[in-house]
């Protein structure tokens, strides 16, 4: 049998791996995405639905991406999934498959449209005193129970607390990882690892970010639950860590990405934190959690986003009843709300 050296399979192979880096995003396509966040109902109205969704806003949001032309190709959803916070594993997990239930029974689920769920902190996190502390047992039980609802594996590993890396406790992999369709790159972040809450990773992300850029993405879309920039003074995102936080930006914008879609916030909101730059932050949290009484101009719905040679976000929504948030409104029409283009 002849011996071939692992050097010369290297060489082989070498012209055709840099042929596939230089060509990953050369097959450019026009297509729409959906992003929408923050479904789960406050707990004084989870009483007898176990999936603590917002069935009627969900439904109807369902209905109606369902019904979009051209079918959209994917729909993020923004995390905050259901309540959560249960201090029960079992319960944690019959909150997950109830509001699957409610998908798979809708028209969404029979048509082409690929859903992505994010992770939020009502997905991963438990009350503890005045915080909100995640816990491996929910990341576990998010990866087990929205497995076909996971777009991706190779996010970073577990590293512990070893200098120049994410020190991140827990294997991020299938939480926070990346993807490519039609020439652009997606990314999507858990930003409430455990031990890392209101963080990303950036150490990952700067180099995942770095080598889409470098190897010719048309675009660069992010998604997380926590916005990088609270529309308040707040300030519950992932600037409560402002060095990780102006890492992470400076990725994007170094890499000159279009948008990170956040929720967290029950709004529709859009911040351009570098006017100069071409990133902005779009929050899209607005699918049907308790909207509070100060943004009084907060309304229902989803976000469409169209990709092409430009990048056209379209706020679709309607007026909500804000004494009764979870009841039907049918004189409510969802119509066009905001609109953004980013060159």
């Known amino acids: 049998m002849k011996i071939v050296s692992v050097h010369k399979i290297w060489l082989c192979l070498f012209p055709a791996l840099l042929l596939n880096a230089c060509s990953r995003y050369s097959n450019k396509r026009d297509y729409t995405f959906v992003v929408a966040g923050d479904n789960r109902v406050a707990p004084s109205d989870s009483l007898g639905d176990a999936s603590t969704a917002n069935v009627y806003q969900l439904k109807r949001m369902f209905s109606e991406i369902a019904d979009l032309k051209p079918v959209p190709k994917y729909f993020f959803f923004l995390g905050d999934l259901v ?45 503890i005193g005045s915080g909100r502390v995640a816990m491996p047992a929910y990341e576990r039980i998010f990866i087990r129970e929205m497995k076909d609802y996971i777009a991706g594996n190779n996010g970073p590993a577990a590293t ?9 406790m827990t294997d991020q992999a299938c939480l926070t990882y990346s993807f490519d369709y039609g020439g652009d790159h997606f990314v999507v972040l858990n930003t409430d690892p455990v031990d890392r809450e209101s963080r990303v990773p950036y150490h990952w ?68 934190p570098d006017g100069n730059k071409r990133t902005w932050q779009i929050i899209s949290g607005n699918a049907g959690a308790p909207l509070a009484k100060e943004w009084l ?41 905001a609109h953004l283009v980013i060159n």
């Open 83 to 127: 309540l959560g916070y249960t201090g029960d594993t079992v319960r944690q997990e019959r909150e997950l498959r109830e509001w699957k239930k409610l998908y798979l029974e809708s028209p969404l689920a029979k048509t082409g449209v690929r859903l992505i769920a994010v992770p939020g902190n009502h997905e991963t996190c438990e009350k």
């Open 160 to 168: 512990g607390l070893i200098p120049g890396t994410d020190s991140l």
């Open 205 to 272: 992300l700067e180099q995942d970010l770095k080598s889409a850029h470098k190897n010719g993405a048309r675009h660069i879309f992010l998604f997380g639950h926590k916005p990088a920039y609270t529309p308040n003074s707040r300030g519950d995102g992932l600037d409560q860590f402002l060095s990780n936080r102006d890492s992470a930006w400076i990725a994007m914008i170094d890499n000159d990405c279009d948008a990170y879609f956040a929720s967290h916030y029950h709004l529709w909101d859009t911040i351009h």
């Open 297 to 337: 101009t907060a309304y229902f719905g989803f976000t469409i986003v169209r990709v092409g040679s430009k990048v056209d976000i379209t706020s679709m929504g309607r007026d909500v009843d804000r004494e009764h948030q979870t009841a039907p409104a049918p004189d409510k029409s969802t119509v066009v709300r």
